[in-house]
């Protein structure tokens, strides 16, 4: 019973970023985050599809998640301000490694919405569990559980968003 009650934690834990980088789809649009440029290569910086509102959307969303997660559990995060501050971390590092994965896309001359299998689903992931390392981390066996189980819930999310025709593809 342990073992269930540590997987469901990293899921309470990991919860603002999955909310973080489902976001941009509902509240994205807008100024792309790069303005059009160009790097290097020719190639846009990031594209169309990384906005100012869905970053920022994004950010608040999973951020405000951190209010009520902790009002449910206040053991987990010791303090209001303590949860507010990893759920922010966790949000805006999974919209960060979403960019990055976007830069890199651009780079190796994917179009926009093509799939990356691993930078798509995991990226977002191990960047928050970057940023958010220096306020409240996961033991190694629940950080390797949300690496092999988040794949699958960001395919499902994401084919959820294209039946709901949120997305144009179902990756």
């Not at 599809?49 to 998640?65: C, D, F, P």
């Not at 780079?107 to 995991?122: E, H, I, K, T």
């Amino acid at each position: 019973m342990e073992f269930i009650s540590s997987l469901l934690w990293a899921f309470w834990y990991i919860l603002p970023a999955y909310v973080a980088n489902a976001s941009p789809v509902l509240v994205g649009g807008g100024r792309p985050i790069d303005g059009g440029r160009l790097w290097k290569d020719g190639r846009r910086v990031l594209g169309d599809g990384k906005t100012w509102r869905g970053l920022i959307g994004g950010v608040s969303l999973g951020t405000a998640v951190g209010v009520p997660q902790y009002f449910i559990t206040p053991d987990f995060y010791g303090s209001l301000k303590t949860a507010i501050v990893l759920a922010f971390l966790l949000s805006f590092g999974a919209l960060l490694g979403d960019l990055v994965g976007s830069f890199i896309k651009r780079r190796v001359n994917l179009p926009r919405g093509a799939p990356a299998v691993g930078l798509d689903q995991l990226g977002f992931l191990i960047s928050a569990l970057a940023l958010a390392y220096p306020v409240k981390t996961l033991d190694s066996g629940q950080i390797i559980f949300l690496l092999i189980v988040s794949p699958f819930i960001h395919w499902g999310a994401n084919y959820f968003a294209y039946k709901m025709g949120w997305k144009s593809v179902p990756w």
